[in-house]
């Protein structure tokens, strides 16, 4: 069963470096899965494909300061020189060979 | 520039059913699937269903199987989502999403549609 975990929240200050974790279960660590970044009040929004290798492809617009990297069953977000617009809830998601979708809990950013 | 753009805010009384609409504008559904992500007030985001429009293909999440019905009318580049016999628990926004057919991320989201059921 595909399953993400997520910490409930980060923070960081303004200006500072942040790095959300989204882990796979075990069986499941050369999964790719995405990065969605949801603001208050409003929809999400795709930020990047990261890989098992740790490569990542971002969507169109995405700032350079956001970047994805791996580590066995872990996937990261890293969001550099922090922004007031950053504080969000953030998912991962990922998709099964037997079309199945799954998020993660999510993880609120705090910029203090 | 695709953009997905879906029907507005509704709200329902007990009992009744709902038609939710995401148009692909700008473009058209070919070689993607089409998600429907359901998102409770205070809630995270949680895939419901599927389909390929170009084929008709559905494929549902287990706890939503015989909750939602998910439709599409390629002429109109439009995907329906309906949810029948509305409860309280069907409150919550609606999302469509688009994903490649053979790489699953969401990279293109609708703004999504707030559902209500009132008594």
């Known amino acids: 069963q595909l399953v993400l975990t997520q910490s409930p929240s980060a923070s960081a200050s303004l200006g500072a470096s942040v790095k959300v974790t989204c882990t796979l279960k075990?069986?499941?660590?050369?999964?790719?899965i995405a990065w969605h970044q949801q603001q208050p009040e409003k929809g999400p929004r795709f930020l990047m494909k990261?890989?098992?290798?740790?490569?990542?492809k971002k969507g169109d617009g995405i700032p350079d300061r956001f970047s994805g990297s791996s580590s066995g069953a872990e996937r990261y977000l890293t969001i550099s020189s922090l922004q007031s617009e950053d504080e969000a809830d953030y998912y991962c998601?990922?998709?099964?060979?037997?079309?199945?979708?799954?998020f993660g809990s999510g993880t609120r950013v705090t910029v203090l | 520039q695709v953009q997905l753009v879906q029907s507005g805010a509704r709200v329902k009384t007990l009992g009744s059913s709902v038609k939710v609409s995401c148009k692909a504008s700008?473009?058209?559904?070919?070689?993607?699937?089409i998600h429907w992500v359901r998102q409770a007030p205070g809630q995270g985001l949680e895939w419901m269903g599927a389909?390929?429009?170009?084929?008709?293909?559905?494929h549902y999440a287990q706890k939503f199987q015989d909750r939602v019905t998910i439709t599409a009318d390629g002429s109109s580049s439009t995907v329906y989502l309906e949810l029948s016999s509305l409860k309280s628990d069907h409150t919550a926004v609606y999302y469509c999403?688009?994903?490649?057919?053979?790489?699953?991320?969401?990279?293109?989201w609708g703004q999504g549609t707030m559902v209500i059921v009132s008594s």
């Open positions: 389909i390929i429009p170009m084929f008709g293909v559905t």
């Open positions: 999403a688009r994903s490649a057919i053979d790489i699953g991320d969401f990279d293109l």
């Open positions: 990261v890989n098992s290798d740790g490569t990542h």
């Open positions: 998601q990922t998709w099964g060979p037997d079309i199945t979708y799954v």
């Open positions: 700008g473009g058209t559904f070919s070689s993607y699937l």
């Open positions: 075990s069986g499941h660590s050369d999964y790719a």
